[in-house]
């Protein structure tokens, strides 16, 4: 994995500052200067970030006698920044990037609602960390990526690995929404997050047993969870595919199979 400086952290910062990405999303080392990217800064680091594909060029226009390259941060380089903040635990960062994953972002208000803000920040972190990343540069230039989804439960680890190369962008978004995933597999199950407060214990699947908790109780919160996925139906289809893959491979993942239960409209 890529060891992200601060400086590298800044500069791909600026490229997905939530203001800028409703305008356009490539940028000049004029525009990052603007967003407060010195322009000698961004020369010394520029050959790091391109020769790992973390930005890529978009294109070159001429102005005047001269021509400007135009940058923009990939995808690989967004997921990279991303898993920085969260191993520095940076959640404020975090929150201001959730406009990069809309599936995230657009049910953000009701999982606060029925988890609490802490676990939230918890499971958004705790995705992250599970989302492996490696890179390497072929002979082409082209990067190419290995992608692994750490999936964490009960009685065994899961990885789910697969090749993306950097100029695929409709492979590259996949790899996003393979990242959002994680996020609500780890509402489902939060067996590998920090400690939260006393009242976030394991889900409970058995209703009966349910009752013994808190008025709000884990399985209920899973319920809830559910019927949020199943009311967006392109959340939904994602959550069954990626589900019924990883089935595939682990066929004896009980708790996939419930969760897969549980999605089933």
């Known amino acids: 994995m890529i060891t992200l400086t601060n400086t590298h952290q800044s500069i791909l910062g600026a490229f997905v500052n939530p203001k800028f990405k409703e305008k356009n999303e490539e940028m000049s080392s004029g525009d990052l200067k603007k967003e407060g990217i010195n322009r000698r800064t961004f020369e010394i680091n520029q050959e790091f970030l391109l020769s790992n594909g973390l930005v890529k060029i978009h294109s070159r226009k001429k102005h005047g006698t ?4 135009y940058y923009q941060i990939t995808k690989i380089g967004l997921l990279v920044l991303l898993k920085s903040l969260a191993a520095s635990k940076n959640t404020k960062k975090l929150e201001e990037y959730l406009i990069h994953f809309p599936q995230i972002k657009i049910h953000a208000n009701d999982i606060r609602r029925i988890f ?3 676990v939230f920040e918890e499971t958004m972190i705790a995705a992250l960390d599970n989302f492996e990343l490696k890179i390497q540069a072929t002979k082409n230039q082209k990067s190419q990526f290995q992608a ?3 999936l964490q439960f009960k009685h065994v680890d899961s990885t789910y690995k697969e090749q ?3 100029d695929d962008d409709e492979r590259m978004q996949e790899m996003l929404r393979r990242f959002e995933f994680l996020f609500y597999h780890g509402l489902f199950y ?3 997050l920090s400690d939260f407060s006393d009242d976030i214990k394991p889900i409970q699947t058995d209703e009966r047993l349910s009752e013994l908790d808190s008025p709000r109780s884990e399985f ?3 319920k809830e969870l559910a019927q949020i996925i199943q009311r967006d139906q392109n959340l939904y289809s994602a959550m069954m595919k990626y589900y019924e893959i990883i089935l595939e491979q682990t066929p004896k993942l009980d708790e996939i199979k419930e969760s897969i239960s549980l999605l089933k409209k």
């Open 220 to 222: 209920r919160k899973k």
């Open 66 to 69: 001269q021509v400007w390259i």
């Open 116 to 118: 609490g803000s802490k």
């Open 148 to 150: 692994g989804l750490k």
């Open 164 to 166: 993306y190369d950097s």
């Open 190 to 192: 939060p067996h590998n």
